[in-house]
């Protein structure tokens, strides 16, 4: 088959067809970036409304929150105290102090007095008086004392003699240091 | 695609074109682009936030249910470590403490000079030098002597009386439990032919509370704290002036 139509039509032709596609392109290009514009803005509008419902719920939650403000600072208060607790512990069980003590007296052995003494600086300390009729008596209490929980450290401050009726009576002062519970 | 290219008005509705293009992009893109992005993120956090508040209330919802238990636990809680030095309520505790093992007890508690005159009357002004004590406002009996009270978070107090060593060790035992945490600093038993006189010093807390938050869960901190403050004992309770006590004389001298 013999193409009878000019070269110079059938170059017209072509190029109007190419004008065409371009044209078409640019109009799709043009309408995607509209439609994309549009998209982005539709979307942004919904996501304020969501938003702002969103902000309304919370609102409400803090507003429930706040109609029991009383409770919850009850309920801080006790929280912190809880935590804090421990801080609050006392390092040493004196009950257990003095039985210990008590249990570590020989039967001859009066105590005259018992004073426990502590500060932050140092580990407390027990200063022991006390008088007996036998010397050794005095070494056996400061023994059993250092073999005995939560002592340690016991020494003996001093012993002094008198005598009444030709009695012998020692009267005596130690110290004990205390160890943590 | 050379003759359109050489064609004056391809090129220019095609250079229009571009410049409407991107005028479009440059002008109305990147603000709803930036929109868009700090939606989602204002999303995101509301979302979080909602999420936390939910939590909240959920436990605000258990605290409520529990209001009793909890005013229970606040006034024990308030009362083993309060806000402030709270030294009147201490004195009654103590009070109380020595009453109900039967004891006649000097009690020293501090008093903030704030509360002393409306607190506690002041002790008769000695008659001569001989009377007056080093650090003492009275001795014996169960008149408290007052002291000033220390400026930090803890404040010294002792008990004091003609007690023998069980009795030091009753009133220790009791101590373990006494509704206001304390902690003993000396003990001192000294036994007489006649008579035996012991005096426990110790030092009791208090700490300032301010924009406390709860958090976690209510039903961990309920049983956390009726574990802690079950075994604590309480001797005396806050005098409530709006309920208790007959006012007004015609002569208040009398």
């Keep these: 088959m013999i193409n009878l139509v000019p070269p110079e039509i059938k170059k017209r032709k072509g190029v109007r067809s190419l004008t065409y596609v ?19 803005a539709t979307y942004n509008y919904t996501q304020k409304i969501a938003l702002g419902s969103q902000q309304a719920e919370l609102d409400r939650l803090i507003a429930e929150k706040n109609q029991h403000k009383t409770i919850l600072s009850q309920a801080a208060l006790i929280q912190n105290r809880v935590k804090s ?52 008596s005095i070494i056996l209490l400061k023994d059993k004392l250092a073999l005995t929980k939560p002592f340690s450290g016991t020494s003996i401050s001093s012993i002094t003699e008198s005598t009444a009726d030709n009695n012998k009576t020692y009267t005596f002062s130690m110290s004990v240091g205390i160890t943590k519970k | 695609m050379h003759n359109l290219l050489t064609n004056k008005y391809f090129l220019v509705v095609t250079g229009l074109f571009l410049v409407i293009t991107i005028g479009v992009i440059w002008l109305f893109f990147p603000p709803a682009i930036r929109l868009f992005n700090e939606n ?12 936390t508040s939910q939590t909240d209330a959920a436990g605000v919802k258990d605290l409520v249910a529990a209001k009793t238990t909890i005013a229970d636990l606040y006034d024990k ?17 103590f009070d109380g403490l ?7 007890a000097t009690i020293t508690v501090p008093f903030s ?16 030098d001989e009377e007056i004590k080093p650090g003492s406002g009275s001795a014996g009996g169960t008149q408290p002597i007052i002291t000033s009270s220390d400026t930090g978070t803890k404040t010294d107090w002792s008990l004091g009386g003609e007690w023998d060593y069980p009795t030091v060790l009753a009133l ?17 038993i000294t036994a007489a032919a006649d008579k035996s006189t012991a005096t426990i010093s110790g030092k009791v807390f208090w700490t300032p509370s301010s924009n406390l938050q709860f958090s976690g869960s209510a ?22 002036v709006t309920k208790e006590g007959n006012f007004g004389k015609s002569n208040p001298f009398q």
């Excluded at chain 1, 005259?112 to 600086?121: G, R």
């Excluded at chain 2, 020595?98 to 006649?104: A, H, I, M, N, V």
């Design chain 1, 22 to 40: 371009v044209t078409l392109c640019y109009i799709v290009l043009t309408a995607v970036l509209l439609l994309g514009l549009a998209g982005l």
């Design chain 2, 77 to 93: 809680a308030s009362l083993a470590l309060p806000s402030s030095p709270s030294a009147d309520l201490l004195l009654l505790q």
């Design chain 1, 85 to 136: 607790a421990a801080g609050y512990q006392s390092a040493y069980d004196w009950n257990q102090i003095l039985t210990a003590v008590a249990s570590s007296t020989p039967t001859n052995v009066s105590l005259t007095s018992i004073k426990i003494s502590s500060d932050q600086s140092k580990p407390p300390t027990v200063a022991i008086t006390g008088t007996t009729v036998e010397r050794r």
């Design chain 2, 40 to 51: 989602k993120a204002a999303k995101l956090s509301l979302a979080e936030q909602i999420q």
């Design chain 2, 172 to 188: 220790l035992t009791k101590l373990k439990t006494f509704g206001r945490w304390n902690a003993v600093t000396s003990i001192d």
């Design chain 2, 113 to 128: 000079e704030g509360s002393l005159a409306a607190q506690v009357a002041a002790p008769a002004a000695p008659a001569s």
């Design chain 2, 219 to 240: 039903k961990e901190l309920l049983t956390q704290a009726k574990t802690l403050f079950g075994s604590y004992q309480t001797y005396a309770t806050t005098p409530d």
């Design chain 2, 98 to 104: 020595t009453e109900s093992l039967g004891l006649d």
